[in-house]
């Protein structure tokens, strides 16, 4: 095997940030399943299992534990059973992030949705924290109808200054 890339190559049996691109990138997968996989751990220089996470369309990703988190808190908020994400879309998406003392890239996984906003268009996304669910509510209970986080903000702004 040579190396295409001058990143170091840590298992290239799971997805990680460089296969979906730069900062910003996106990817929409579906969760098929989360289970222990064994992978090499750059810290041990072994193989040892983790829990890792399968999609439909691409390579299996470990799972750390901020998306797992991510995972809980979007498909098993009451329970604590990982097959309640099968089945559902997600977005992988490249983000700078601090991992083990240094900034480098890597993948985060955030809230999916079809929906798209009434004003702009845009599929509604999680915004400034909130999940999609969150935003929904949020826009339509303070200003009387479902939009986007940036709409929301953009529509308040005007009501704030008197348009």
């Known amino acids: 095997m040579s190396l295409n890339s001058w990143e170091k ?3 290239p049996n799971f997805l ?9 990138s ?12 064994e992978c090499y751990d750059e810290g041990s220089k072994a193989k040892v299992k983790k829990q890792t996470v399968f999609f439909e369309e691409c390579k299996p990703m470990v799972l750390n534990k901020t998306n797992a988190k991510t995972l809980k808190k ?6 604590d059973n990982p097959a309640d994400a099968f089945g559902h879309k997600v977005i992988l998406k490249v983000e700078t992030v601090k991992a083990f003392g240094k900034m480098t890239t890597g993948i985060r996984i ?3 949705s079809e929906e798209k906003c009434p ?25 009387g109808k479902v939009m986007c ?4 903000k ?4 005007e009501a704030k200054d008197g348009k």
């Not at 996106?26 to 996989?37: F, G, H, L, Q, S």
């Not at 915004?127 to 509510?137: D, F, L, N, Q, W």
């Not at 986080?149 to 929301?152: I, L, P, Q, T």
């Not at 953009?154 to 702004?157: D, P």
């Open 9 to 11: 190559v840590i298992d």
């Open 16 to 24: 990680s940030a460089e296969i979906i691109g730069d900062v910003g």
């Open 26 to 37: 996106e990817r929409v997968v579906t969760i098929k399943d989360i289970d222990m996989a």
């Open 74 to 79: 979007l498909f098993s908020p009451n329970s």
């Open 110 to 112: 955030k809230e999916f």
């Open 119 to 143: 004003i702009c268009g845009k599929i509604i996304l999680p915004y400034a924290g909130k999940t999609v669910e969150e935003i929904k509510e949020i826009s339509k209970r303070n200003l």
């Open 149 to 152: 986080g940036e709409c929301m």
């Open 154 to 157: 953009n529509q308040a702004k």
